[in-house]
């Protein structure tokens, strides 16, 4: 069973970047059968999906964030990555990685990660 | 876009059924959605994918007292012989053109 962990700092300033990192184990990253994925939970909106990106370095983001939002891959390491850039106090959540299937849904989600925007 | 509405609360008794429902919008029936289950304090836990024909296929490990079914653009998760662990927040979630969306989620409250 695949499992994903989510690390990175959990507090950040206001206007800065917030950087995270999923490490996923019992897994290749370099599939063909998944995408890799960002989602993140706030009590006021819910789920929502930030972005994916797939084994080729396709990326995909919901248009709402896609300014500011970059996701890569770190196949050596078996790693993938977020980067929100200009955040405010809207972005404090927790963030997931997950996995989508390529077919369909997300099947598999990292513990979760609490980021908090504050100076 | 489609769009996913939930009830925000449901309740049932320990030992008896829950259905939840979750409703495409219009012009969207025919989605394929999945449901996940968010304990307490947990992450979200993907239990199954369902079609518009109420074909659904379940994620690794989800008991039996899980299923779901299908009618127009209503999805249902239904779940039998309620035990206390089933309180959790139950969202749906669908896609279109490489773009998910969620439902508000269901808090579902064991008595």
């Known amino acids: 069973q695949v499992h994903l962990q989510e690390s990175g700092p959990g507090l950040v300033k206001p206007s800065q970047t917030l950087s995270l990192t999923c490490t996923v184990s019992?897994?290749?990253?370099?599939?063909?059968?998944?995408?890799w994925s960002w989602i993140r939970q706030t009590p006021g909106k819910g789920l929502e999906w930030i972005g994916y990106?797939?084994?080729?370095?396709?990326?995909y983001y919901n248009p709402s964030l896609k300014s500011r939002v970059t996701v890569s891959l770190d196949t050596s390491n078996n790693q993938f990555s977020l980067k929100l850039s200009s955040v405010t106090a809207a972005d404090t959540a927790v963030y997931y990685c997950?996995?989508?299937?390529?077919?369909?849904?997300?099947?598999?989600w990292g513990q979760g990660a609490l980021v908090t925007v504050s100076s | 876009q489609p769009l996913l509405t939930q009830s925000s609360s449901a309740s049932a008794s320990l030992g008896s059924s829950v259905k939840l429902t979750c409703t495409l919008s219009?012009?969207?029936?025919?989605?394929?959605i999945a449901w996940h289950q968010q304990q307490p304090g947990k992450a979200p836990r993907f239990l199954m994918k369902?079609?518009?024909?109420?074909?659904?296929n379940k994620g690794s490990g989800v008991p039996d007292r899980f299923s779901g079914s299908s009618s127009g653009a209503d999805r249902y998760l239904t779940i039998s012989y309620l035990q206390s662990e089933d309180e959790a927040d139950y969202y749906c979630e669908t896609w279109d053109n490489d773009t998910h969306m969620f439902g508000g989620g269901t808090k579902l409250t064991v008595l």
């Open positions: 219009s012009g969207h029936s025919h989605y394929i």
């Open positions: 997950a996995r989508k299937n390529s077919a369909y849904s997300h099947d598999s």
């Open positions: 019992r897994g290749s990253i370099g599939s063909g059968d998944y995408y």
């Open positions: 990106i797939y084994y080729n370095g396709n990326t």
């Open positions: 369902l079609d518009g024909s109420g074909s659904y």
